[in-house]
């Protein structure tokens, strides 16, 4: 008697078992729930010079302000760069100071000779050859002019470059991933971590042509998680108007099986609980 007791007991045990695995089931595939996928604002941040990564100030997980040093480039070269993008710049301001002193005299010779010529004193050959001489002066001091200018902006552009050997968070956030480790050789445009922002974030949700009516613009929604107790309310910032992959099909539309387009809605959350790839359900809408 004993026996059929505990065989009754286990029995029941999995019939309620089954039951309320099926009911789970059935929840997470009910026809009528909109699920969607979480994403946010995500950085790789890397250097436009390449050199040797010298340190790494975070690891993955660390939170970082915006300004906060990341990582620094070995800035040796780059500082060999500015010296000598200096040392043109002054090249070039003393080449433009004897070009300007030459023009000038060039002036007060031509303006003599030109009182000489009017009162018949010189020739024309030698007045001409005069004002040739000034226009050719002109000409290599605006040369002069545009050589100073040119150096003063290849030195703006070094100075820039040795400023990337630092990199800093360009927002307040959390390090995802670390691509690279100290000592690697760095080239240009290469990551070397990511980083994303807890404040930035949303949810995407393929909504039904069909049900596309329910949806507007501005409106508030409320979203559950697969936890039933993550709960947070977003804002419809985006219904896109072009259509997405067809993902459903229509059982009663005048008979036909034909496919039902879907559309992309956008609601932004904004929630530090939330994280890319996590999904959420529409409760409202």
Not at 169 to 190: E, N, R
Request: aromatic share 6%; with cysteine; charged share 25%.
């Amino acid at each position: 008697m004993k026996k059929w007791q505990n065989l009754l007991i286990i029995c029941l045990a999995l019939a309620a078992l089954l039951l309320n695995a099926g009911c789970g089931k059935n929840d997470l595939r009910d026809p009528n729930a909109v699920w969607g996928q979480a994403d946010a604002t995500e950085v790789d941040v890397n250097t436009k010079v390449p050199g040797r990564l010298v340190e790494l100030y975070v690891h993955e997980g660390s939170q970082v302000k915006k300004g906060d040093k990341i990582a620094q480039i070995d800035a040796r070269e780059q500082d060999a760069l500015t010296d000598a993008a200096k040392a043109k710049v002054e090249a070039a301001k003393a080449s433009r100071l004897q070009a300007l002193a030459n023009y000038e005299q060039a002036q007060r010779d031509f303006a003599r000779y030109a009182q000489l010529y009017q009162s018949g004193a010189v020739s024309k050959s030698v007045y001409e050859a005069y004002s040739s001489k000034q226009e050719v002066l002109a000409a290599v001091y605006e040369q002069a002019n545009a050589s100073v200018e040119a150096s003063e902006k290849a030195l703006k552009q070094s100075s820039i470059n040795l400023g990337e050997t630092i990199l800093v968070a360009p927002f307040d956030g959390v390090v995802t991933t670390k691509y690279s480790d100290v000592g690697t050789m760095i080239s240009s445009g290469m990551p070397i971590v990511a980083i994303q922002s807890p404040s930035d974030n949303w949810v995407n949700f393929k909504v039904k042509e069909t049900d596309l009516g329910k949806y507007t613009l501005n409106s508030s929604v409320m979203l559950q998680g697969r936890n039933p107790e993550l709960k947070l309310q977003g804002k419809i910032v985006d219904i896109s108007k072009k259509p997405n992959f067809a993902t459903y099909r229509a059982t009663s539309e005048r008979g036909n099986d034909d496919d039902i387009i879907t559309f992309n809605v956008k609601v932004q959350t904004n929630d530090a609980r939330v994280r890319p790839g996590m999904r959420f359900k529409l409760l409202q809408g």
